[in-house]
């Protein structure tokens, strides 16, 4: 009996994770629920002055709706290029799984544009992105690189990282703790980006990095003491 009551406690908790739409409930729609996220995570790019073809408005992404189902669920799109759940980063483009299921629910039930014209957000305003720029104290990664002095580090730079190439890279402390630092799935130079911590590490001494892939160059970012 106690068992069936785990197994049923079990099956409760991952029905709750999976939970997003509804299919049989209200249709999902371009003016409710895909513009919202296209403005928030695609727009930046995909607009008429940015660095790939304009998603702004339903015309446009109407007709690219299979291509954007197939983008998203693969996780080309955004190219953010690291496995969620693998570090946390406080700049973290990709989307969630909430919303590629919203996509691809969208697309499959007719990539309907929606009837209520008030539903649709503002279009978003676009600042001048600011250029990254590696700081000169920035720590070059070596596989098995051991550090001598403890290390606060805000993020990592793939500055260098052969198309295609996926690497685990975590830090193993003196105490036999790992702590995950980025996980680079079928990267891509083009998506080239700090990845910034929400929290800065620390690293104590004799500490050592696993993971490096040849010929790729990844730098620590350093980062912040945190107060106690």
């Given at each position: 009996?106690?068992?069936?009551?785990?197994?049923?406690?079990?099956?409760?908790?991952?029905?709750?994770?999976?939970?997003?739409?509804?299919?049989?409930?209200?249709?999902?729609?371009?003016?409710?629920?895909?513009?919202?996220?296209?403005?928030?995570?695609?727009?930046?790019?995909?607009?008429?002055?940015?660095?790939?073809?304009?998603?702004?408005?339903?015309?446009?992404?109407?007709?690219?709706?299979?291509?954007?189902?197939?983008?998203?669920?693969?996780?080309?799109?955004?190219?953010?290029?690291?496995?969620?759940?693998?570090?946390?980063?406080?700049?973290?483009?990709?989307?969630?799984?909430?919303?590629?299921?919203?996509?691809?629910?969208?697309?499959?039930?007719?990539?309907?544009?929606?009837?209520?014209?008030?539903a649709l957000p503002p279009a978003p305003k676009f600042d001048r992105p600011v250029e990254f720029r590696l700081p000169a104290n920035a720590l070059a990664l070596t596989d098995g690189l051991t550090l001598t002095d403890a290390v606060t580090i805000g993020g990592l730079y793939p500055q260098h990282v052969p198309d295609g190439t996926s690497m685990q890279i975590v830090a193993m402390r003196p105490d036999g703790g790992i702590e995950p630092l980025i996980w680079l799935y079928e990267f891509k130079d083009s998506y080239r980006h700090p990845f910034l911590f929400r929290k800065p590490l620390e690293l104590p001494p004799h500490t050592v990095i696993r993971g490096i892939a040849p010929g790729a160059t990844i730098f620590l970012i350093p980062g912040r003491r945190t107060t106690r």
């Amino acid at each position: 009996m106690k068992r069936l009551a785990v197994l049923i406690g079990l099956a409760c908790a991952v029905a709750t994770d999976v939970v997003a739409h509804d299919p049989n409930g209200t249709p999902i729609t371009w003016n409710r629920e895909i513009s919202r996220i296209v403005f928030e995570r695609c727009a930046s790019c995909h607009r008429q002055g940015g660095t790939s073809f304009s998603l702004m408005t339903y015309q446009e992404a109407q007709p690219r709706a299979a291509a954007m189902k197939d983008a998203v669920l693969a996780r080309r799109m955004p190219p953010w290029g690291a496995v969620k759940g693998f570090g946390s980063f406080k700049n973290d483009e990709g989307l969630t799984q909430q919303q590629i299921e919203l996509i691809a629910d969208w697309v499959e039930g007719g990539a309907t544009k929606g009837n209520n014209p008030k539903a649709l957000p503002p279009a978003p305003k676009f600042d001048r992105p600011v250029e990254f720029r590696l700081p000169a104290n920035a720590l070059a990664l070596t596989d098995g690189l051991t550090l001598t002095d403890a290390v606060t580090i805000g993020g990592l730079y793939p500055q260098h990282v052969p198309d295609g190439t996926s690497m685990q890279i975590v830090a193993m402390r003196p105490d036999g703790g790992i702590e995950p630092l980025i996980w680079l799935y079928e990267f891509k130079d083009s998506y080239r980006h700090p990845f910034l911590f929400r929290k800065p590490l620390e690293l104590p001494p004799h500490t050592v990095i696993r993971g490096i892939a040849p010929g790729a160059t990844i730098f620590l970012i350093p980062g912040r003491r945190t107060t106690r």
